[in-house]
Every structure is written in C-alpha cells, then in structure tokens.
Nanobody, 118 residues
C-alpha cells in the first residue's frame, strides 16, 4: 500500500527558512519521479517541482528559493524553502508519478500546512 506522509509545515515569518519532509512507503521510491504541489487558500493546485535521482525541475516562482532533494536510502523527499514569502502560504503535498516525468501523479499525501506571516 502506497503511503506518502508530509511533515514540517509551520508558521514562519517572511524571509525565514523551513524544510518539509515526505516519508514514502509501499513502492520502489528510488525508481519514481516525485513532486511537490501546493494549494494556496482559495486557489487551485500549483506544481512546485519534481525530482528523480539527480534530476530536478522547478516552477519559475520558486526556482531561486526552493530546493528539492531526496534520500533514497530513507525513502524520503525533502523541500528546502528559503526566503519564504507570504504568497508561499498553503498546503504542500508530496506526490508520486505513475511513470515518467510527464506522467500522471497517481498518489498524493494528505499535505502539510505552511503559513508565512509577519
């Protein structure tokens, strides 16, 4: 059974840093593209970035501030968030791709809430 469990969401001030984690189980983590997706209050889903071993990709709005990493030995995906802004507020989801980088996301975690506020 595939499980994705996010953690690390907190209330932070603008300009601060935080790191989210996603513990994965029930599938071969190292063989799958993984993503972070967020949803701001009252808005739709926004893809943030993707990771497969040493490959990374990001949306423009976070590319210079966020870093996705993974520890395949621990089956864990990370999102390092630096210089956060109020517009980074939202629920952050870890997702698994069914196949290649452009394939569907077939499993989602329940999310972790990040609030950026003075």
């Amino acid at each position: 059974q595939v499980q994705l469990v996010e953690s690390g969401g907190v209330l932070v001030q603008p300009g601060e840093s935080l790191r989210l984690s996603c513990a994965a189980s029930g599938f071969s983590f190292s063989n799958h593209w993984m993503n972070w997706v967020r949803q701001a209050p009252g808005k739709g889903l926004e893809w943030i970035g993707t990771s497969f071993n040493d490959k990374r990709g990001y949306t423009d709005s976070v590319e210079d501030r966020f870093i996705i990493s993974r520890d395949n030995a621990k089956n864990t995906l990370y999102l390092q968030m630096d210089m956060v802004k109020p517009e980074d507020t939202g629920v952050y989801y870890c997702t698994k791709n069914r196949g290649d980088w452009d394939d569907a996301m077939d499993y989602w975690g329940k999310g972790t809430l990040v609030t950026v506020s003075p």
